[in-house]
Each structure stands twice: as C-alpha cells, then as structure tokens.
Antibody, heavy 119, light 111 residues
Framework: QVQLQESGPGLVKPSETLSLTCTVS????????WSWIRQPPGKGLEWIGY???????NYNPSLKSRITTSVDTSKKQFSLKLSSVTAADTAVYYC?????????????WGQGTLVIVSS | QSVLTQPPSASGTPGQRVTISCSGS????????VNWYQQLPGTAPKLLIY???LRPSGVPDRFSGSKSGTSASLAISGLQSEDEADYYC????????????FGGGTKLTVL
C-alpha cells in the first residue's frame, strides 16, 4: 500500500529555513500530485501547497513568498523549504498524496513530523 | 484568508446520529467539491469522504456526506466510541489563483 514518511530537523532557529523531505513507497511519484499540510499544536489544519512531478506547483497565498518545493523522481521523494521561519511556523508537518487542484483530497498522509522554531 | 466554518464541538451517545456542518461561500463550497477528514487523537488525519459524498474503501457506510449550495454536512449514524475524533472539512477556493481551504475542525465527543 502507499506509504509516506516525513524526515528533517525537529528544531529550527528563527529566521532560518525549514527543510523537510517526504519519501514515497508503494506508488509512482509520477502519477499524482503531492502536498504538504501543517498543524500547529492544538490547532487546525493548514494547507501549504501542491507539487506535481513535472514541477508544476500551487501554494497557499499566505505562505507563497517563503515556499520552495521540489520533486526527485529517482529517489521517490519530494521536499519543502520554508524560509524566514518564526515561532508561528511551529507545527506538525504532514506530507500526503493529493488529487491536485481542484480535487483537494489527501490520501494517505504521512505520520507527521513536529518542527519547533526556537533559538 | 477565509476559513470554512465548522462548529467547534459536537457530541452524541452511542447509537445516535450526529451531523457536523461546514459553511463556506460561492468561491469554495459553492463551486467545488468538499472532502472530510477524521483525525483520531495523536494520529494523522484520514480521508473520510471525498467529492461531497463518496467513501474511500474501508470507510464504514455509517459515515455520509452531503452538499447544498455553499454548505456541506457530515453525518455519522450508529455512533460508536471509536468515532470520537476531530473532523475537518476542506474545499478548493477559486480566489487568488486557487488554494485549498480547511474548516477549523469539530471535536466530536461520544458521551
């Protein structure tokens, strides 16, 4: 079955860049959209963006200026970089397979990785 | 940025039917499909309903979704203790070149 696993530092300093990678197994990374979603502790879900294997992207307008995403089809991985982080970026970050716009389903999700922004 | 509006909490007793509402606007629910996600305590969200009223394989038919105009609803019949979770609706919003928007979430308590 399709599985996703997030990886990356759990602690990032303010003003630095958060970098996460999602590794996909059980599915072709070239056949779907892939997405990042985050959830601040005790709060709701916030969509970060989509990436397609071709490099096509859609980003949350509120985060767009700070986001960079990429896909490595040979490694079956896709990545997120979020620059100039602040404490407000502290959250559990999930990666998920996606239906792509405007079909906004996400299935399955990775287990999530907590990223804390603190000096 | 707009948010889909859900009640913060809902509750019911085992066996009851509970509904959770999700209110949006013409730029999101009014013109796009709605998906629902279930997040059990301490776990990642799981797709529960997609395209307004379709269930992925493995989701019990106790869960159903509907959409009318700029609102959507999730219904859970025959409520069970394991249904206690947070539920989120989501839709595509056509404004600002398009983006995914989530509801604020509803915490369902089984009494």
């Amino acid at each position: 079955q399709v599985q996703l696993q997030e990886s990356g530092p759990g602690l990032v300093k303010p003003s630095e860049t958060l970098s996460l990678t999602c590794t996909v197994s059980g599915a072709s990374i070239s056949s779907y959209y892939w997405s990042w979603i985050r959830q601040p502790p005790g709060k709701g879900l916030e969509w970060i963006g989509y990436i397609y294997y071709s490099g096509s992207t859609n980003y949350n307008p509120s985060l767009k200026s700070r986001i960079t995403t990429s896909v490595d089809t040979s490694k079956k991985q896709f990545s997120l970089k979020l620059s100039s982080v602040t404490a407000a970026d502290t959250a559990v970050y999930y990666c998920a397979r996606a239906g792509g716009p405007p079909h906004n389903w996400f299935d399955p999700w990775g287990q999530g990785t907590l990223v804390i922004v603190s000096s | 940025q707009s948010v889909l509006t859900q009640p913060p909490s809902a509750s019911g007793t085992p066996g009851q039917r509970v509904t959770i509402s999700c209110s949006g606007s013409s730029s999101n629910i009014g013109s796009n499909t709605v998906n629902w996600y279930q997040q059990l305590p301490g776990t990642a969200p799981k797709l529960l309903i997609y395209s307004n009223n379709l269930r992925p394989s493995g989701v019990p038919d106790r869960f159903s979704g509907s959409k009318s105009g700029t609102s959507a609803s999730l219904a859970i019949s025959g409520l069970q203790s394991e249904d206690e979770a947070d539920y989120y609706c989501a839709s595509w919003d056509d404004s600002l070149n398009g983006f995914v928007i989530f509801g604020g979430g509803t915490k369902l308590t089984v009494l």
